[in-house]
């Protein structure tokens, strides 16, 4: 299969930084975009030199060496048990977690890498901080979400990023498949509180296990996904149990899976998924980055994130073409709020601004319940046109006014500010730095608030004539 452009220029754009002395390099791609492809491809240009490709799970490694043996690269993986001899071996494959332990032992006395390859970059950081200081070598860091599952950035390890298509754009390139995504009932999160980036687990789920959100998710799987290849993410084992039994009631036949499942029943439930001997496969923490599930047509989110980068991940699972199944489209039914919470899963996103997306906040469409964008009167998916004043949440106009601000320069200082042009003009940079409140009919503006409070402290009178 050739290249696609992008990951062409992707691959090109990679080797020019490092050739021109830049040691560390994110590359930020979507789901489904081949960043794989574009990391086997440098792996196999490096010649004679070393490469070491680290990832984080068991089923991303069989799929990278699948991909590697594919492509022609030759390998030597490196899992628990198993000490393979490195004489003469170019690229390496191992999981984090080995290559971890192997490091504080003498096995790689003799074998260092002269490249580095990190898949999923944003998962076990604690682990790549420590392998980049002990290797001072170029280093690729490759995830879909370059953002840590705390929300923080990922400059620390990779200053420097290479953004690649938008998920929209790859949908438009017909490389992804679109997506609809369906309001569904949800329980009440106020109050929740959030650490490491991420509402309480146990709080969370004990908000879904005291609503009726589990008896209802099957209904809405038969109006919105009847058919369709289903997986259905939960907000813990108990929540995920008692959706299965809720799907087996309603004659819909579903499984549950989580962290404790063994590889082998984790993996022959998965074939029973794309062999459509289920329909819907419950799981818990699992399948949120890497694994190709192509055949997915369907993802259920019965849990609530505070995380985009997990949100986006999830989703992710069945944004890929899938041939041979025919699959046109994906369907999302979002119990959480999530894309309410981090906008549509192919919004554009500023991600030197750690991933906030750019638009006005989804709406569901009256007639079929999909959402859809507030500044956009006619539903793509069922054709329904809004014929009323659209009402903007809250949320949604605060949102507005803070990207406006932000794009607003630095205004000049008023006259009647003269006396205190300092605090203005601080107070002018701190309004585009954290997107405050410009002047309008409701509000008399950040920097003009606080210079007026200046003045009054000063025992000046004040004219807002300029």
Request: hydrophobic content about 35%; aromatic content about 6%.
């Amino acid at each position: 299969m050739p290249n696609r452009p992008y990951q062409t220029d992707m691959v090109a754009e990679i080797e020019k930084l490092f050739l021109s002395g830049y040691r560390r390099v994110l590359l930020q791609c979507p789901t489904g975009g081949g960043k794989t492809r574009v990391a086997v491809q440098l792996a196999g240009r490096a010649g004679t030199k070393n490469v070491l490709y680290v990832v984080p799970t068991r089923e991303i490694f069989v799929q990278t060496s699948v991909k590697l043996t594919s492509l022609g690269v030759e390998h030597t993986c490196l899992t628990a048990g198993k000490y393979p001899s490195l004489k003469n071996v170019y690229c390496v494959l191992a999981m984090s977690q080995t290559l971890s332990r192997r490091t504080k032992t003498q096995f790689f006395r003799d074998w260092k890498p002269n490249v580095i390859i990190i898949d999923e970059i944003h998962r076990l950081i604690d682990q790549h901080r420590l392998l980049l200081n002990l290797w001072d070598t170029p280093v690729l860091g490759m995830t879909a979400t370059p953002v840590r599952l705390d929300g923080q950035p990922l400059s620390d390890l990779c200053p420097t990023m290479i953004v690649g298509p938008s998920i929209r754009a790859l949908q438009g390139a017909n490389f992804l498949v679109p997506c609809r995504t369906y309001r569904a009932p949800m329980p009440d999160l106020k109050g929740l509180k959030i650490r490491r980036g991420d509402f309480e687990r146990k709080h969370m789920e004990n908000a879904f296990l005291r609503s009726n959100i589990p008896e209802v998710v099957p209904q809405y799987w038969r109006k919105f996904a009847l058919g369709r290849r289903t997986i259905t993410f939960s907000a813990g084992v108990r929540t995920s149990k008692k959706l299965v039994a809720a799907y087996r009631q309603a004659g819909i036949r579903a499984e549950h899976i989580d962290s404790s499942t063994s590889n082998k029943d984790r993996d022959d439930a998965l074939e029973r998924l794309r062999k459509k001997d289920i329909d819907v496969l419950c799981n818990v923490g699992l399948f949120i980055e890497g694994l190709d599930i192509i055949e997915v047509e369907c993802v259920t989110l019965v849990v609530a994130t505070a995380s985009l980068a997990k949100f986006l991940q999830a989703v992710g699972r069945g944004l890929r073409l899938s041939p041979g199944t025919g699959k046109q489209d994906l369907v999302v039914i979002d119990h959480g709020g999530n894309s309410v919470r981090h906008g549509p899963i192919d919004a554009d996103r500023d991600w030197a601004r750690e991933g906030v997306f750019v638009g006005s906040v989804p709406v569901p469409c009256r007639a079929c319940g999909a959402y859809r964008s507030a500044e956009v009167l006619l539903c793509a998916h069922c054709g329904w046109e809004e014929k009323h004043e659209i009402r903007y949440s809250k949320i949604a106009v605060k949102r507005s006014h803070k990207n406006r601000s932000k794009k607003t320069k630095v205004r000049p200082c008023p006259q009647w500010a003269i006396q205190v042009r300092e605090i203005w003009q601080k107070s002018e940079l701190e309004r585009i730095e954290n997107g405050y409140r410009l002047p309008d009919a409701s509000c008399l503006g950040y920097a003009e608030s606080r210079c007026r409070r200046a003045l009054k402290k000063q025992g000046h009178q004040w004219t807002l004539a300029k």
